[in-house]
């Protein structure tokens, strides 16, 4: 009966945690909220190069790294659009950048 009893407490007790690992990953975890623009690839993509090419060799935007380039580049290509999807929640670095196709988007419904 021992037995039983301290299975029945140590089991309680590791699903009371488990729980509370699971409530705390989840509050942790970030909703992006942008303006969502579409994105065609056929339509858009060649647009979207052409404009981003020259703020590439922009060489403010080639002085920087990482985030900092990216950061650079968007507002080179489209300061409007940079401020309408990521001012709020700037990029950081080693972000995985959920808003670019919205950033294209924009982009090419605004040429």
Do not use: H, W
Not at 11 to 16: D, E, I, K, N, V
Not at 38 to 44: P, S
Not at 98 to 108: M, W
């Amino acid at each position: 009966m021992k037995q039983t009893l301290r299975t029945v407490v140590f089991t309680s007790l590791f699903c009371l945690l488990l729980l509370d690992i699971i409530c705390e990953t989840q509050a942790g975890s970030v909703q992006y909220q942008y303006k969502k623009y579409t994105y065609r690839k056929k339509r858009d993509d060649k647009v979207y190069k052409n404009v981003k090419q020259p703020c590439e060799v922009n060489p403010d935007c080639l002085a920087k790294r990482g985030a900092e380039q990216a950061i650079c580049i968007r507002k080179c290509i489209s300061e409007f659009c940079y401020q309408d999807i990521y001012a709020a929640d700037e990029l950081e670095e080693g972000e995985i950048d959920v808003r670019l196709n919205s950033f294209k988007g924009c982009v090419a419904q605004r040429k």
